[in-house]
């Protein structure tokens, strides 16, 4: 079974908009650590935000905001106001923390296009 | 500050040649991570170092693969016999202390090394 499954190959998107790229995950780790990372044409993957399985909160960087959703499993990333530089892959990927050993799972990824 | 650095950016290589990549990572991160991503996916996992020693090598497709981080600075990714199901580009990642339960460290990401095995 996959672990991280992100269901859009591609995404449109009018700048300004908001957007979301859904991900969900499986595990039966208690304690995990869910990641998404944005990855444009130059190839270099930039980490962007974290929600940990045990933070109440969903976590928030800037126009970012990650959609915590625990019992259904996802963990879906919110962009808000987009702008023409988000255009790029994002990945989503866990880590599990006692199950897992030290790697990092990616899915596949979706790839997002900012229309101006 | 410098990120992490690959090199070389680019590798090309015919089948059952021996290949070394390198990553320098963040000075001062003692984690090291190598992934590979084909073409259209995730990265996947290859190794992970904490320091000199490797503390989890699952990620490693078979005994063609290796690698080294002897002063648990610059690590070097070692592939030998080439194949062309080799062919990938090969990520490099650091963190500043590593994984481990609840950690929430974060994995600076170098540009790759994209190596074609003809």
């Known amino acids: 079974a996959q672990k991280i499954t992100q269901t859009q190959p591609g995404m449109f998107v009018q700048e300004k908009e908001a957007v979301t790229l859904d991900c969900t995950y499986d595990?039966?780790?208690?304690?995990?650590?869910l990641f998404w990372y944005k990855q444009p044409s130059s190839g270099e993957m930039i980490f962007l935000i974290y929600?940990?399985?045990?933070?109440?909160q969903n976590a928030t960087e800037g126009r970012y905001s990650l959609n915590f959703q625990k019992a259904r499993k996802s963990a879906n990333l919110v962009i808000s106001a987009s702008q023409l530089g988000d255009s790029a892959m994002y990945f989503c990927?866990?880590?599990?923390?006692?199950?897992?050993?030290?790697?990092?799972?990616f899915g596949a990824g979706t790839r997002l296009f900012v229309k101006a | 500050g410098a990120g992490v650095s690959q090199t070389p950016s680019n590798k090309v290589t015919e089948k059952g040649k021996y290949v070394e990549l390198r990553c320098d990572p963040i000075?001062?991160?003692?984690?090291l991570y190598w992934y590979r991503q084909s073409l259209g996916q995730g990265p996947e996992f290859l190794i992970y170092?904490?320091?000199?020693?490797?503390?989890?090598d699952s990620g490693l497709p078979n005994d063609r693969f290796f690698a080294v981080r002897p002063e648990g600075s610059v690590s070097t990714l070692k592939i030998q016999r080439t194949e062309r199901g080799d062919s990938a580009v090969y990520l490099c990642?650091?963190?500043?202390?590593?994984?481990?339960?609840?950690?929430?460290?974060?994995?600076?990401f170098g540009p790759g090394t994209r190596l074609t095995v003809l």
């Open positions: 990927a866990m880590r599990e923390d006692n199950t897992g050993g030290f790697k990092t799972i």
């Open positions: 000075s001062g991160h003692t984690a």
């Open positions: 170092f904490q320091g000199t020693g490797a503390a989890d």
């Open positions: 990642a650091s963190s500043l202390e590593g994984g481990g339960a609840g950690s929430t460290d974060t994995q600076y």
């Open positions: 929600q940990g399985s045990y933070d109440q």
């Open positions: 595990t039966s780790d208690p304690s995990y650590g």
